[in-house]
T-cell receptor, first 113, second 117 residues
C-alpha cells in the first residue's frame, strides 16, 4: 500500500520565521509530487509541483525539494506571514496509482503576529 | 489560467433526495477528472476517476450506484449523490487534469458542502 506521511501534524510559529514541512512516501516509483494549500472550508490551491526528474521547485517564498531515494519531500517557507496560516498537503502520483493523487494527512500551520 | 469551478458551493437537502454537483474546467480541456470526499479535519479521499466519454472508475468501497458520475464533455463532469442520507454529508471536491500538460498536474475546484437533513 502506498502511503504518504506528513510531519508535523501541526505547527505554530511566530511571524517572520523560516519553516520546513516534511512529507515522506513509501514508493520511490513516483511520477510527480505536489504541494497544496487548503484554507478552512475551501478547495485546494496548488503551490508547487515537482516532477520525478526534478529535485526542487521554487515560487516566491516557497521552495519544495524532492529526494526519491529517501522517499522525502520538503516544503520550505521563508519569512512566514500570518496569511500563510492554512493546512498544507502533499500528494504524489505514480507507481501503481498512476494518475491518482495519494494525499498525506496534512500539516496545520499557524503563523501568529 | 487553470481554473476549475464547482456548482453549487453548498447544498442542503432532505434525506432521500438526489443532489447533482457540477465540476467544470473553465480554461482548459480535461480528459480526466477526479472526485474526492473530505471529512472534517481529515485529508482527501479519492472516490472515483472520471474519464470523458467512458465509464468512471470507482475506488474500493465506493458505491457506484450511490455516486453516479458522468463526464459528457472535456470540460464538465457531474457527481450525483442518489437517495442521499445524513451520512453522505461531507465536503466534495473535484479536480481536473490538464490534457495538454505532460506533468499531469491536477487543478482543484473550490468544493461543495453537502448537508443532508
Amino acid at each position: 500500500k502506498q502511503e504518504v506521511t506528513q510531519i508535523p501534524a501541526a505547527l505554530s510559529v511566530p511571524e517572520g520565521e523560516n519553516l520546513v514541512l516534511n512529507c515522506s512516501f513509501t514508493d520511490s516509483a513516483i511520477y510527480n509530487l505536489q504541494w497544496f494549500r487548503q484554507d478552512p472550508g475551501k478547495g485546494l490551491t496548488s503551490l508547487l509541483l515537482i516532477q520525478s526528474s526534478q529535485r526542487e521547485q521554487t515560487s516566491g517564498r516557497l521552495n519544495a525539494s524532492l529526494d526519491k531515494s529517501s522517499g522525502r519531500s520538503t516544503l520550505y517557507i521563508a519569512a512566514s506571514q500570518p496569511g500563510d496560516s492554512a493546512t498544507y498537503l502533499c500528494a504524489r502520483t505514480g507507481g501503481t496509482s498512476y494518475g491518482k493523487l495519494t494525499f498525506g494527512q496534512g500539516t496545520i500551520l499557524t503563523v501568529h503576529p | 489560467g487553470a481554473v476549475v469551478s464547482q456548482h453549487p458551493s453548498w447544498v442542503i437537502c432532505k434525506s432521500g433526495t438526489s443532489v447533482k454537483i457540477e465540476c467544470r474546467s473553465l480554461d482548459f480541456q480535461a480528459t480526466t477528472m477526479f472526485w474526492y470526499r473530505q471529512f472534517p479535519k481529515q485529508s482527501l479521499m479519492l472516490m472515483a476517476t472520471s474519464n470523458e466519454g467512458s465509464k468512471a472508475t470507482y475506488e474500493q468501497g465506493v458505491e457506484k450506484d450511490k455516486f453516479l458520475i458522468n463526464h459528457a464533455s472535456l470540460t464538465l463532469s457531474t457527481l450525483t449523490v442518489t437517495s442521499a442520507h445524513p451520512e453522505d454529508s461531507s465536503f466534495y471536491i473535484c479536480s481536473a487534469r490538464d490534457s495538454n500538460l505532460v506533468s499531469g498536474e491536477q487543478f482543484f475546484g473550490p468544493g461543495t458542502r453537502l448537508t443532508v437533513l
